[in-house]
């Protein structure tokens, strides 16, 4: 597995090279750049010129970036409505769309290779409706990101809409081939099953989203502090055909003291086949 630091970790910080240089530091092979524009703002030719300069000189790679969940600098709090691709009202899904392609023109000068998205939030149902909205959505973004070199990777969430077994249907339905999965191993540990979803998803899987919980709420802990059985999620995905980028996805620095960052990085991923 190639292992990757999700910057989700940095979120309540401005990412600017030093966090990247203390990822490389920690054994990260890459780095899953979370798209929050009070972190990383997508939209300041300044913040991408500066990354994508680190980048050009560091052997530390951009593999991917996480679709902006929010379009404001404070995740939803100040009442900016979600970025939601299956949203009933068809001004919200565009406003979406038109957000996550903000986001992906930073692959003009950050070499990204894939972006995971969400399609819905976690009150979205499961209808006819919802596989219409979610084919508009891919094929939409999958034709802007392909010039840029980007692929497409769809994750699974606590929503009925986006369970391993329906975003299956989604990409069946709609011959999209291209597109894979992001195995969110904390939000499959609360539903359906680790060891389920990657039966369902087989050699679909392109990514995985590691953390931990307690299989009640996304906690996104590190690995070992929750009730994921390691040892059998492991074991069920190195029987993969295909090796798939493990990003290490826990929370934001809270209680961690920055010099103990690190080794806590190291330890994580000491635990990655």
């Known amino acids: 597995m190639l292992r990757v630091l999700s910057t989700h970790v940095f979120l309540n910080q401005r990412l600017h090279p030093g966090l990247l240089e203390l990822a490389a530091r920690s054994g990260a092979q890459g780095v899953e750049l979370f798209a929050a524009r009070q972190h990383f703002d997508y939209t300041s030719r300044e913040h991408v010129g500066e990354l994508a300069s680190w980048f050009a000189s560091h052997p530390l790679e951009p593999v991917s970036m996480h679709a902006p969940l929010f379009p404001d600098r404070e995740m939803g709090r100040a009442g900016a409505p979600a970025v939601n691709l299956l949203h009933p009202e068809k001004s919200r899904r565009i406003n979406a769309m038109d957000e996550i392609k903000r986001a992906l023109e930073a692959a003009e000068r950050?070499?990204?290779?894939?972006?995971?998205?969400?399609?819905?939030?976690?009150?979205?149902?499961?209808?006819?409706?919802?596989?219409?909205?979610?084919?508009?959505?891919?094929?939409?973004?999958?034709?802007?990101?392909?010039?840029?070199?980007?692929?497409?990777?769809?994750?699974?969430?606590?929503?009925?809409?986006?369970?391993?077994?329906?975003?299956?249907?989604?990409?069946?339905?709609?011959?999209?081939?291209?597109?894979?999965?992001?195995l969110d191993l904390g939000h499959a540990h609360i539903v359906p099953g680790v060891g389920e979803a990657i039966g369902t998803l087989g050699n679909r899987i392109g990514a995985v989203h590691v953390h931990d919980n307690h299989g009640v709420k996304d906690e996104h802990l590190w690995p070992g502090e929750g009730t994921i059985d390691w040892p059998a999620a492991l074991e069920a995905l190195s029987g993969l055909a295909t090796p798939t980028v493990a990003v290490l996805e826990v929370a934001p620095l809270a209680g961690d003291l920055p010099a103990d960052l690190p080794a806590r990085i190291e330890q994580a991923f000491a635990r990655l086949p």
């Open 110 to 182: 950050i070499p990204i290779k894939h972006v995971v998205l969400h399609l819905g939030e976690r009150d979205d149902k499961w209808s006819p409706r919802t596989i219409e909205h979610a084919l508009t959505a891919l094929e939409h973004l999958g034709a802007f990101a392909h010039p840029l070199g980007v692929r497409l990777l769809v994750e699974n969430l606590l929503s009925e809409a986006a369970t391993p077994e329906h975003l299956l249907t989604i990409l069946e339905m709609g011959h999209l081939s291209p597109i894979r999965v992001c």
